[in-house]
């Protein structure tokens, strides 16, 4: 990428688009491109051919997509499904018919069978059975990178695909029955210990491993991936650490300095019980995260006490 050239940000709103933006901006990119899903709804593919013909970007980051925790997605399902298919069948087509240079779709680890061995090695991809409470958007997310697999493999497109890890940080969804949980605890927390409330709600059993990247690295890696990697599959990205749900909770409770206690909600769903990605192809091309839990999770407090009307009426 060069630092004129035209480069699309789909879903520059989001946590992920955000943080990529952010990062190009400080970089000193001057073309970038941006909509909105009101001015560009990217399930529309007229619309979508319409704005590639019109903008005509060279390079596009693919972070917009329909998304959210545990609960979101195992209540609609045919909505995570349909949407996140059309969007990626939309961009990346699109990106093939207007000569995009080379485009990074952004998946996740909910990809890979839910009892797959671990840590979680690209090449487990369709080799079992889906996690339930997120196989619909499991199955969009695979579908977007056979697009672009077979993109590359058919008309030589420079189409790749990076899995994250689950993310938090800066501009994260803090809305209780949508988000994810790290932002869901750091918000029950904050608003318990202000409100002086004896226990917090934890989710399901609390021993569900899970694993944390700061959405600041996860940029790093974004602009890493696009500027030196093209290869075909699936490339994780995460820390190679994981923790559990509980073990979760007490880190939050720590940065926010809430000492009531912790009660687990065994009616609400656990999901995968672990998921944690092998992150050596990542490292032997060369890239690390080099943010901590610790220091994430006290930026991420940090943004949220700052901008938390505007957290909270985003979603
Ligand atoms: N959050 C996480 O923990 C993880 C996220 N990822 C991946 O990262 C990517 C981005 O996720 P994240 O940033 O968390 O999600 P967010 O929900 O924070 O942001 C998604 C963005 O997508 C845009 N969008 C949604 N639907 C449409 C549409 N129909 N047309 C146009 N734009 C649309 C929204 O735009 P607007 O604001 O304008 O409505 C929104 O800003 C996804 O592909 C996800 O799979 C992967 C692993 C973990
Ligand atoms: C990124 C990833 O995110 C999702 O998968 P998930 O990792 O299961 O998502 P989650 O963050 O919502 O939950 C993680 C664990 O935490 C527990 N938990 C406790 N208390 C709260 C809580 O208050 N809120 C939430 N949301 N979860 C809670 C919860 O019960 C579960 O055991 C999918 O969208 C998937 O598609 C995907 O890609």
């Not at 990809?111 to 969009?140: F, K």
Request: contains cysteine; charged residues 20%; proline residues 4%.
């Amino acid at each position: 990428m060069e630092k004129t050239s035209r480069i699309y940000v789909a879903g520059h709103r989001g946590l992920v688009g955000g943080a990529i933006l952010r990062r190009l901006q400080a970089e000193g990119y001057t073309g970038l491109i941006t909509r909105t899903s009101r001015e560009l709804d990217l399930r529309d593919q007229a619309a979508v051919r319409a704005f590639f013909a019109q903008e005509r970007p060279e390079f596009v980051f693919l972070a917009a997509a329909k998304v959210g925790g545990i609960l979101a997605n195992s209540t609609y399902p045919a909505q995570f499904l349909y949407d996140n298919l059309m969007i990626a069948a939309n961009v990346i087509h699109a990106s093939h018919e207007h000569g995009v240079r080379k485009l990074l779709n952004l998946g996740s680890s909910c990809i890979y069978p839910r009892l797959a061995p671990q840590p979680l090695r690209e090449e487990y991809l369709l080799t079992g059975p889906l996690e339930e409470t997120n196989r619909a958007y499991a199955v969009a997310k695979i579908a977007a990178i056979e697009l672009c697999d077979h993109y590359r493999a058919q008309y030589g497109s420079d189409f790749i695909s990076a899995m994250p890890t689950n993310l938090y940080g800066p501009g994260d969804n803090f809305d209780l029955q949508g988000s994810h949980v790290l932002p869901a605890l750091l918000r029950k927390m904050i608003e318990a210990k202000e409100a002086h409330a004896p226990q917090v709600e934890v989710w399901g059993s609390g021993t569900p491993l899970r694993e944390f990247l700061y959405v600041d690295d996860l940029a790093d890696a974004s602009l890493f991936l696009m500027e030196r990697v093209s290869e075909a599959g699936p490339i994780n990205v995460g820390t190679g650490q994981d923790l559990s749900i509980r073990d979760l909770a007490q880190v939050i409770a720590d940065a926010v300095g809430y000492t009531g206690a912790l009660v687990f909600d065994a009616s609400k769903p656990d999901g995968t019980p672990r998921k944690l990605m092998d992150v050596s192809r990542l490292r032997a091309l060369g890239w690390e995260a080099s943010t901590s839990l610790h220091d994430g999770v006290a930026r991420t407090l940090a943004w949220y006490l700052a901008h938390r009307a505007e957290a909270l009426a985003a979603h």
